[in-house]
């Protein structure tokens, strides 16, 4: 829990979350248009989409499957009777002037997640519900000077829009909520989560209270489209509404919107309550009944889950929570960690993976598939270390040969010539010459024990750094104490 700390004591932040996730489908909701991102405005638009006169809707059966498919990996129930309905409002892309939506039966019941917070704590938040509904199309007012164009593209596109109950209280649990909501669908399937195209989309509703009073007046802060702009949203927000009240003012419940150029919420406009909608059921659509063994098919289609996976990893590989729960997150990342580190050292290709590699993509920016090291030449990487081919120091010079070229680590090594020296008699020369050239260090180290790493450094350093440290060290043992 986050209080803030105003003129008159300390204030609790209420927080609930509706996230719209478009449906990964290639059709739309309701009729065969489709829905790739990025294409020229108004080509992806149907008779239905665009509401000619006498269209009917027709239910895309996948569109069904997906909602299911999440509801189940967020451990809700699913309902086998649902309706769809009518919400009506006017807006200049929104051809039918109403959206078919889910009021009162909708597909998804209650279900819950589990957020991961600093400290390795967790925190249960329940879902109230997920429906399923149409996209309106988009008003782009920046085309013109004094004209609005519209384009339908988007319009009818699945969403599900999943909403929270109001069980977070701080930016930070709201962020983690995101979070882990954006890793369930994707590893789901169910929508790619990319924010930044709009395809997951995020309203916000803030309320403030006295720690154990009643629930507050809320306001809702619209399309909120990444994470960091989620809690910059909550935390001006939340200020904002502690300085009104300490001041003598009252909340108004509203929809706002954060202008993250500023970095503040402001008024859009008076709240609507369900009533303003008219919503009814769209005569056009006949109740959405579906059978249990429909439901029971899908469940068992279900991959494994982020927290399913974070556990078990940390059981196989012996990992920490935290590192588990980095390398979980991404549903890529999770599989290309298991690749390396299948049948090896979990704890060495932990270090491995969120040590170099990381710092390598973040370094040239660049995501794990883009990566010019596999995870198959990672593994390889470790199993060389492992059965002393090379030595540590080698392994570094060898993963950035590996970033520039690409190539497996085994054949570099003997391209390279860096075959860990593992010859007795050529390390004892080696070191034998160190010792004869530096008499006054050997003096040094007969007063002084802690001088032994300077030999073993100029052993090293003498065999290009290839030689094998536990060999060196054993060698030289013998002869500086002999």
């Given at each position: 829990?986050?209080?803030?700390?105003?003129?008159?004591?300390?204030?609790?932040?209420?927080?609930?979350l509706e996230v719209h996730a478009q449906?990964?489908?290639?059709?739309?909701?309701?009729?065969?248009?489709?829905?790739?991102?990025?294409?020229?405005?108004?080509?992806?638009?149907?008779?239905?989409?665009?509401?000619?006169?006498?269209?009917?809707?027709?239910?895309?059966?996948?569109?069904?499957?997906?909602?299911?498919?999440?509801?189940?990996?967020?451990?809700?129930?699913?309902?086998?009777r649902s309706v769809f309905d009518r919400?009506?409002?006017?807006?200049?892309?929104?051809?039918?002037?109403?959206?078919?939506?889910?009021?009162?039966?909708?597909?998804?019941?209650?279900?819950?997640?589990?957020?991961?917070?600093?400290?390795?704590?967790?925190?249960?938040?329940?879902?109230?519900?997920?429906?399923?509904?149409?996209?309106?199309?988009?008003?782009?007012?920046?085309?013109?000077?004094?004209?609005?164009?519209?384009?339908?593209?988007?319009?009818?596109?699945?969403?599900?829009?999943?909403?929270?109950?109001?069980?977070?209280?701080?930016?930070?649990?709201?962020?983690?909520?995101?979070?882990?909501?954006?890793?369930?669908?994707?590893?789901?399937?169910?929508?790619?989560?990319?924010?930044?195209?709009?395809?997951?989309?995020?309203?916000?509703?803030?309320?403030?209270?006295?720690?154990?009073?009643?629930?507050?007046?809320?306001?809702?802060?619209?399309?909120?489209?990444?994470?960091?702009?989620?809690?910059?949203?909550?935390?001006?927000?939340?200020?904002?509404?502690?300085?009104?009240?300490?001041?003598?003012?009252?909340?108004?419940?509203?929809?706002?919107?954060?202008?993250?150029?500023?970095?503040?919420?402001?008024?859009?406009?008076?709240?609507?309550?369900?009533?303003?909608?008219?919503?009814?059921?769209?005569?056009?659509?006949?109740?959405?009944?579906?059978?249990?063994?429909?439901?029971?098919?899908?469940?068992?289609?279900?991959?494994?889950?982020?927290?399913?996976?974070?556990?078990?990893?940390?059981?196989?590989?012996?990992?920490?929570?935290?590192?588990?729960?980095?390398?979980?997150?991404?549903?890529?990342?999770?599989?290309?960690?298991?690749?390396?580190?299948?049948?090896?050292?979990?704890?060495?290709?932990?270090?491995?993976?969120?040590?170099?590699?990381?710092?390598?993509?973040?370094?040239?920016?660049?995501?794990?598939?883009?990566?010019?090291?596999?995870?198959?030449?990672?593994?390889?990487?470790?199993?060389?270390?492992?059965?002393?081919?090379?030595?540590?120091?080698?392994?570094?010079?060898?993963?950035?040969?590996?970033?520039?070229?690409?190539?497996?680590?085994?054949?570099?090594?003997?391209?390279?010539?860096?075959?860990?020296?593992?010859?007795?008699?050529?390390?004892?020369?080696?070191?034998?010459?160190?010792?004869?050239?530096?008499?006054?260090?050997?003096?040094?180290?007969?007063?002084?024990?802690?001088?032994?790493?300077?030999?073993?450094?100029?052993?090293?350093?003498?065999?290009?750094?290839?030689?094998?440290?536990?060999?060196?060290?054993?060698?030289?043992?013998?002869?500086?104490?002999?």
């Amino acid at each position: 829990m986050s209080l803030i700390k105003g003129e008159t004591g300390d204030w609790e932040i209420v927080l609930g979350l509706e996230v719209h996730a478009q449906v990964v489908s290639n059709a739309k909701l309701f009729s065969g248009a489709p829905t790739a991102f990025g294409a020229d405005p108004n080509t992806q638009v149907s008779l239905v989409d665009a509401a000619m006169p006498g269209m009917l809707p027709v239910i895309n059966e996948y569109c069904v499957e997906q909602a299911v498919r999440t509801g189940l990996g967020l451990n809700a129930k699913i309902n086998l009777r649902s309706v769809f309905d009518r919400k009506n409002y006017f807006y200049a892309d929104l051809p039918q002037g109403y959206q078919i939506s889910q009021y009162k039966d909708p597909i998804v019941g209650e279900g819950e997640i589990e957020i991961d917070l600093d400290g390795g704590k967790t925190r249960t938040v329940g879902i109230e519900r997920l429906h399923l509904e149409q996209d309106a199309g988009k008003s782009l007012h920046d085309q013109h000077p004094s004209q609005t164009y519209v384009d339908l593209n988007r319009a009818g596109v699945a969403l599900m829009e999943i909403v929270s109950k109001p069980d977070m209280r701080s930016a930070d649990e709201a962020a983690a909520y995101l979070a882990k909501l954006r890793s369930i669908v994707r590893y789901l399937g169910t929508c790619d989560g990319n924010m930044d195209e709009g395809s997951m989309r995020c309203d916000v509703n803030v309320s403030v209270r006295k720690p154990g009073d009643a629930l507050g007046t809320r306001c809702e802060i619209k399309n909120v489209n990444s994470i960091r702009f989620v809690k910059q949203a909550i935390e001006y927000e939340a200020r904002r509404q502690v300085e009104i009240i300490e001041g003598g003012g009252k909340i108004v419940q509203e929809t706002r919107l954060f202008d993250s150029g500023r970095g503040e919420t402001r008024s859009m406009r008076s709240k609507e309550e369900a009533h303003d909608y008219r919503y009814f059921p769209d005569p056009d659509l006949l109740p959405l009944v579906l059978k249990q063994e429909f439901v029971d098919g899908i469940r068992a289609s279900l991959p494994e889950l982020p927290d399913a996976r974070k556990a078990r990893f940390m059981t196989e590989y012996g990992l920490t929570p935290y590192d588990a729960g980095v390398l979980v997150a991404e549903k890529e990342t999770a599989a290309f960690f298991e690749t390396v580190a299948k049948g090896r050292d979990g704890k060495e290709a932990v270090k491995l993976v969120t040590g170099d590699f990381f710092a390598m993509l973040n370094r040239r920016g660049l995501t794990i598939a883009e990566s010019p090291i596999s995870a198959e030449h990672l593994g390889k990487l470790l199993d060389l270390q492992a059965d002393g081919t090379i030595s540590g120091r080698i392994a570094k010079d060898l993963f950035v040969a590996m970033e520039e070229t690409g190539k497996d680590p085994a054949v570099l090594v003997e391209e390279r010539g860096l075959k860990q020296v593992t010859d007795t008699g050529a390390i004892e020369a080696a070191a034998k010459a160190v010792i004869e050239a530096n008499p006054d260090k050997l003096a040094a180290y007969k007063a002084k024990p802690t001088m032994f790493g300077w030999f073993v450094g100029q052993v090293m350093k003498t065999t290009g750094g290839k030689a094998n440290p536990k060999v060196v060290n054993e060698i030289l043992k013998k002869m500086l104490d002999g």
